[in-house]
């Protein structure tokens, strides 16, 4: 266990697996989807590549100074549900997994809220070697660091991700925090309770491990949080055909609602087997 203990910076700008086998990430993705062919409906109609479409956004390239350029990646039913049965696995299919492990595979970082970490038992960032080789041949380091909020300072150490010596997790925290039992690689970031925001965590990760682009996975309470404070770019939206009826499951943003709604401009819309793939601008 290597477990690093450090102070947040508390003047903060304005921006601030191998896995078990039938309990992981349920959307976790096959490694065998590279080549995946979309159908760009807009904004021009074309065959495109999922790895190349991804790579040819560019996200690194936005990064501002004081945050990383941070996207968001959900998929909802067509009646608007994030998740069946409490895991988002059951509404995706091959492309939305093929998209998934494209933006995981571009970024510096993936943040994931502890509740998601635990349902969906996150096993290591990227898992082919020769997609973490293909990383360092691009000046990356081999797997996206793996970034957590928590106030309460509880972690789900119990996951695979915890118990990866590869892996590199970044916990950011209020309270105190027990990492004792992992075996990866956890620095612990602590923050004043006043000070804790998703703005100051991005301009941490920014400023401290000089990530530029920021994949969130979720959950739904962790974007309702980044949707509050502004602290996101682009939503990557899979609108999967699907229907999933009655229920309490949530949609892809829980808290409190905004005072207005958040204009959102479109950037691209893709097509495969009758799934939507909706990427959207967060307007400024």
């Known amino acids: 266990?290597?477990?690093?203990?450090?102070?947040?910076?508390?003047?903060?700008?304005?921006?601030?697996?191998?896995?078990?086998?039938?309990?992981?990430?349920?959307?976790?993705?096959?490694?065998?989807?590279?080549?995946?062919?979309?159908?760009?409906?807009?904004?021009?109609?074309?065959?495109?590549?999922?790895?190349?479409?991804?790579?040819?956004?560019?996200?690194?390239?936005?990064?501002?100074?004081q945050r990383p350029f941070t996207i968001v990646n959900f998929v909802s039913s067509v009646d608007g549900r994030a998740t069946l049965h409490g895991r988002s696995g059951p509404l995706g299919d091959d492309g939305d997994k093929a998209l998934f492990r494209a933006l995981r595979n571009d970024v510096d970082a993936v943040l994931v809220g502890t509740g998601t970490l635990a349902a969906e038992r996150y096993g290591r960032m990227i898992r082919d070697p020769e997609i973490r080789a293909r990383r360092r041949r691009r000046g990356l380091p081999p797997e996206p660091l793996a970034c957590t909020v928590t106030r309460t300072g509880a972690l789900p150490t119990e996951i695979p991700l915890f118990a990866e010596p590869e892996a590199r997790i970044v916990v950011f925290t209020c309270a105190e925090v027990d990492a004792s039992a992992a075996q990866a690689q956890v620095e612990v970031v602590w923050m004043d309770a006043d000070q804790i925001?998703?703005?100051?965590?991005?301009?941490?990760?920014?400023?401290?491990?000089?990530?530029?682009?920021?994949?969130?996975?979720?959950?739904?309470?962790?974007?309702?949080?980044?949707?509050?404070?502004?602290?996101?770019?682009?939503?990557f939206l899979t609108v999967a055909p699907k229907l999933a009826g009655g229920g309490n499951e949530r949609s892809i943003t829980t808290g409190p609602e905004l005072p207005d709604p958040a204009a959102m401009g479109l950037e691209g819309v893709l097509e495969r087997d009758g799934t939507l793939f909706?990427?959207?601008?967060l307007s400024k």
């Open 1 to 65: 266990m290597n477990v690093n203990a450090t102070s947040a910076v508390t003047a903060v700008g304005s921006h601030a697996a191998t896995t078990a086998v039938g309990a992981t990430l349920n959307r976790v993705f096959s490694e065998t989807l590279a080549g995946v062919l979309f159908t760009e409906l807009w904004p021009q109609r074309r065959e495109v590549e999922v790895d190349r479409y991804v790579a040819d956004l560019r996200l690194a390239d936005r990064a501002a100074a």
């Open 197 to 235: 925001s998703f703005a100051a965590v991005l301009s941490n990760l920014r400023s401290m491990h000089d990530v530029r682009a920021l994949l969130c996975e979720g959950g739904p309470r962790v974007f309702g949080a980044l949707a509050r404070e502004g602290a996101f770019d682009q939503l």
């Open 278 to 281: 909706l990427r959207y601008s």
